[in-house]
């Protein structure tokens, strides 16, 4: 399940318009006012279904959706330039981490720039959120190794795209292969034992992530729509 919530669905929002670009030719991605297909796809999350409070909360969220997206049309930089696709055979792209241990990995990059200069390619993550990705966040990693192991070009380089603030993404420094190997091999098999044992335990007693799901369990979330995922997406009554 998800428990949508207003942050959510407008990153979610902004992240399908931007995506939808990077199917169309370099010179076509801007024919059109971004703000024409943000406008439809926010009717996927208006109202309850995005988890706003009122109509208040849901244009405030709404402006900020729209300034970020005029924010790459006043600066599109590597979004008006050569894009690749991660292939996907009809679901989230994915390959096989540890086929001894029958763990796949899965994911899906914001953005590949292809830089043809070089002949490889650069990992673009957008941020919609007010806050910075932390140092020891699993998302470049995994991102990092999806697009090693699902195309055949060297990753060069690596960025976030703070959209709300930053008129160009922010190169970081990439992970290592090993290391970021070992990283989410040791997450896997963590994930797959207490699967296996169905022996879920939170080392914190209860925490910020965990809270929310917990209270849906109790009956206090309301069912509002699925996923293209099939996923059961829930809003919070209070």
Not at 133 to 160: F, H, M, W
Request: hydrophobic share 35%; proline share 5%.
């Amino acid at each position: 399940m998800t428990i949508m919530t207003p942050p959510l669905a407008l990153g979610q929002t902004v992240h399908e318009v931007i995506e939808s670009l990077s199917v169309l030719p370099v010179s076509q991605r801007f024919d059109k006012p971004l703000s024409e297909s943000f406008d439809i796809v926010w009717k996927k999350i208006e109202g309850e279904k995005g988890g706003f409070k009122n109509s208040g909360q849901e244009e405030e969220f709404k402006s900020r959706g729209l300034a970020m997206l005029k924010n790459i049309e006043d600066n599109p930089g590597p979004i008006a330039k050569k894009a690749i696709k991660l292939r996907a055979d009809g679901g989230l792209p994915y390959y096989w981490f540890s086929e001894e241990d029958n763990i796949i990995l899965c994911g899906k990059v914001d953005w590949i720039e292809y830089l043809e200069k070089t002949d490889s390619v650069h990992i673009i993550d957008f941020k919609s959120g007010k806050f910075e990705e932390g140092k020891d966040s699993l998302q470049l990693p995994i991102y990092y190794l999806l697009a090693t192991n699902l195309q055949n070009r060297n990753v060069e380089k690596a960025s976030y795209w703070y959209l709300d603030k930053d008129p160009a993404p922010k190169e970081v420094k990439l992970p290592e292969k090993d290391e970021a190997n070992a990283k989410i091999e040791k997450l896997a098999k963590r994930i797959k034992l207490a699967r296996q044992i169905n022996h879920f335990v939170c080392p914190t007693n209860g925490c910020k992530h965990c809270l929310p799901f917990e209270r849906v369990l109790k009956g206090e979330g309301k069912m509002v729509s699925l996923s293209d995922f099939n996923q059961e997406i829930y809003v919070l009554k209070n």
